[in-house]
């Protein structure tokens, strides 16, 4: 529950923040629809998360690319034939969320970070598309879901809001190593080191 509850989202964000530093635009639209969105107050709060559009476009397309657990564990309940292969009642079986978030024939050009993709798109993570299940679907589906998601919009809000970014040295957008470490919780094989420097409005 510890490492449900708390490696995968600080995960998805290190994810998130990678994406939006190899794709600047989109990070600068996030940027500008926060600023707008709660210039007033100078604070993010959750009683208007819910007009936020962009950043939520951007964490279900870092989800479709890096969901947290990329293996889930199901039970065959019946007998039932999967391209061509015989699973038995009782066969554990594992779903590959990191595979078919990738999948060619579902996905147009899925290697690539689009969250525009998501705009006007009835898929979502709620479990009833299974082309897009981060969370998992059915009866065990991940009881921190909502939650999750809330907790995600409010860090990331926050860090897009109050700072803009730059990578150390002479690491670029263009050089930025996205290699993938895989374990109980799918993260980045090199730990994202970022500058923060404060907005000013």
């Not at 994810?15 to 210039?39: C, D, H, T, V």
């Not at 100078?42 to 397309?61: M, P, Q, R, T, Y």
């Not at 798109?121 to 809330?150: K, L, Q």
Request: net charge neutral.
């Amino acid at each position: 529950m510890f490492g449900a509850g708390s490696d995968t989202s600080s995960k998805t964000t290190e994810w998130a923040m990678a994406e939006l530093m190899k794709n600047p635009e989109i990070m600068k639209n996030a940027q500008e629809e926060l600023r707008s969105l709660f210039g007033e107050s100078g604070n993010v709060d959750e009683a208007k998360l819910h007009e936020i559009k962009w950043l939520k476009l951007i964490i279900n397309e870092t989800l479709r690319l890096h969901p947290a657990v990329t293996l889930i564990p199901r039970l065959c309940r019946e007998k039932t034939k999967i391209s061509g292969y015989d699973v038995y009642p009782n066969t554990r079986v594992f779903i590959n969320t990191w595979a078919i978030g990738r999948d060619p024939i579902i996905w147009t050009e899925p290697e690539k970070f689009v969250p525009e993709r998501f705009i006007d798109s009835s898929i979502d993570y709620r479990g009833n598309h299974f082309e897009y299940t981060p969370f998992g679907a059915g009866r065990r589906i991940c009881p921190g879901m909502t939650f999750g998601m809330v907790n995600l919009e409010i860090f990331l809000a926050n860090l897009l809001y109050h700072f803009d970014w730059k990578l150390p040295g002479r690491i670029t957008s263009e050089n930025l190593d996205m290699t993938e470490n895989f374990g109980g919780v799918i993260k980045r094989k090199q730990d994202l080191e970022l500058i923060p420097v404060p907005f000013r409005p």
